[in-house]
């Protein structure tokens, strides 16, 4: 089944930098893609972008490239959300989340099947 | 991108009803890409349906989808008191997902 873990929720000042992580486990992490999700505050779900961790291919949503870098070390199973210079803006949760794919039918189909718990992230000065 | 519009915003219903969610989408999506999600408040969201109308694991099966091309839809044969949350349709192609806005079923 698997699971994602994420880690603890974060408050920061304007203009620094972080990094959060997703930790999966119970499953073969490097063969899925992972794939983070905005969600502000009183607001629905936003696709930032998604990594494959055995080879590190990144794709990014139009509006979050170049305001975040995934990452992942696969030797421990854990994908990074990176920000550079934070904003007020990105005040947050930000969710990881498991890509699968099934074989129905004759093709694949495709959807967020595991989901980790969450990390909030406060900028505020 | 592929925008998603979902319809209503809200929807009133009491225990018991029928509840219709709409998911339209600007230009074609592939049926086998189109999923909801179920998001409780405080809760991180969960795979309802994939490929517009397969349910996942664990599902029960008030919950149905279906549509093609640019017009899905999510029902909830009979709404149980755990069923009132928000509901998220995505489409995922070419390695990039959309998400709609979100529907609100609350309780009348």
């Known amino acids: 089944e698997g699971q994602l873990v994420q880690s603890g929720a974060e408050v920061k000042k304007p203009g620094e930098s972080l990094r959060i992580a997703c930790e999966g486990s119970?499953?073969?992490?490097?063969?899925?893609?992972i794939a983070w999700v905005r969600q502000m505050p009183g607001k629905g779900l936003e696709w930032m972008g998604i990594?494959?961790?055995?080879?590190?291919?990144?794709r990014y949503s139009p509006s979050f490239q170049g305001q975040v870098t995934i990452l992942v070390d696969k030797s421990i199973s854990t994908v990074y959300l990176q920000w550079s210079s934070l904003k007020a803006s990105d005040t947050a949760m930000y969710y990881c989340a498991r890509l699968s794919s099934w074989y129905v039918g004759g093709y694949y189909s495709y959807a967020m099947d595991l989901w980790g718990q969450g990390t909030t992230v406060t900028v505020s000065s | 991108d592929i925008v998603l519009t979902q319809s209503p915003g809200t929807l009133s219903l009491s225990p018991g009803q029928r509840a219709t969610l709409s998911c339209r989408a600007s230009q074609s999506v592939s049926s086998r890409s189109l999923a909801w999600y179920q998001q409780k408040l405080g809760q991180a969201p969960r795979l309802l349906i994939y490929?517009?109308?397969i349910r996942a694991t664990g599902i029960p099966d008030r919950f149905s989808g279906s549509g093609s091309e640019t017009d899905f839809t999510l029902t909830i044969s009979r709404l149980e008191p755990e069923d009132f949350a928000v509901y998220y349709c995505q489409q995922y192609g070419s390695s990039r997902g959309t998400f709609g806005g979100g529907t609100k079923v609350e309780i009348k």
């Open positions: 990594i494959y961790p055995d080879d590190s291919d990144t």
């Open positions: 490929g517009a109308s």
């Open positions: 119970g499953y073969s992490v490097t063969n899925y893609w």
